[in-house]
């Protein structure tokens, strides 16, 4: 049981490229969460599904797109990255009240 | 607006000491409170949670105490040890945000050997 795993666990990117973080859980959660978190902040919410077939925007989703491609995985999709979206992304997923969350990816936009 | 917040960045403790880290929030509508722990270079880790309809809650180590009246909980880490050194934030969620957490910014606590 691995739990909430993300990849990739570092990436550098190029102004305007664009990019797809990768989330699984195998808990068999409904409700997967995306956040960011920025040196000095807690996490912000940028979108979450609660359940499959659904999401929805957080507090910051400009410039981000998601997918509840099943129940186990959802991905974060830059379309054209920008170096205000460099942060760690951390991916979530739910059951009762509790969240639990992966490892991280660490996006640097140059 | 709503917000959640720890009172200090920073806090040094003695090995073996006891530690209290404080949080104030905003939301008087907030009914669910959660501590999280994030070590270097990993995601939040689940401590301890506490419903709105509870003052206290003990687990392994860790206590947490909640004071709806003046919008305060805290958490209190007891014989502090060397593995205790990491961030610590407060969440919070009211019921009617489809369970979007609301993070404060973090303690970062270390410990002194």
């Known amino acids: 049981n691995a739990g909430v795993t993300q990849t990739p666990k570092f990436q550098v990117l190029k102004t305007g490229q664009s990019m797809t973080l990768q989330c699984a859980q195998d808990?068999?959660?409904?409700?997967m969460y995306w956040y960011r978190q920025d040196p000095g902040m807690g996490l912000r919410l940028i979108y979450y599904?609660?359940?499959?077939?659904?999401?929805d925007k957080g507090e910051v989703p400009n410039g981000y797109n998601v997918s509840r491609l099943n129940k186990r995985e959802f991905s974060l999709r830059l379309e054209s990255a920008a170096p205000s979206q460099t942060s760690v992304y951390f991916c979530?997923?739910?059951?009762?009240?509790?969240?639990?969350f992966g490892p991280g990816t660490r996006l640097t936009v140059l | 607006g709503e917000s959640v917040g720890l009172h200090l960045p920073t806090l040094s403790v003695q090995e073996g000491d006891n530690s209290i880290i404080n949080c104030a929030y905003s939301?008087?509508?907030?009914?669910?409170f959660i501590w999280y722990k994030q070590e270097s270079g990993k995601g939040p880790q689940f401590i301890i949670d506490?419903?709105?309809?509870?003052d206290k809650r003990q687990g392994q180590r860790v206590t947490v105490l909640l004071n709806k009246t003046v919008k305060h909980l805290s958490l209190q880490i007891a014989a502090t040890q060397p593995g205790d050194s990491a961030v610590y934030f407060c969440?919070?969620?009211?019921?009617?945000?489809?369970?979007?957490?609301?993070f404060g910014a973090g303690t970062t606590v270390t410990v002194r050997a």
């Open positions: 969440a919070e969620i009211s019921g009617s945000n489809d369970y979007k957490l609301s």
């Open positions: 808990m068999n959660h409904n409700s």
């Open positions: 506490i419903r709105s309809n509870m």
């Open positions: 599904s609660a359940s499959e077939g659904t999401t």
């Open positions: 979530a997923s739910r059951v009762t009240d509790t969240q639990y």
């Open positions: 939301n008087s509508a907030s009914d669910y």
